[in-house]
């Protein structure tokens, strides 16, 4: 039997990707691959280990060479917790 892939049409922050219930099993699904998708959106792979479906989402991401945080830690704005 051929696993099933369901694209997501919306584009999701990171951190709101975390691991998904399998829609047909409802079981916890594996993060098995990320891919390059497009400039700051990677594409994100998940498996169920019980019933073999495939679910992609698309993950937005910002560069964190390019991220203002880090332009005020350059500059030393940044400090550790006290």
Known sequence: ??????????????????????PKCKAAMMLVSIELAGPGVDLHRFECAI???????????QDPMKSKGLGRWLQGDLHLPK
């Open 1 to 22: 039997m051929m696993p099933q892939s369901e694209p997501l049409s919306s584009v999701v922050p990171f951190a709101a990707i975390g691991r998904p219930s399998c």
């Open 51 to 61: 019933c073999n479906r495939v679910l992609e989402a698309l993950a937005a991401y």
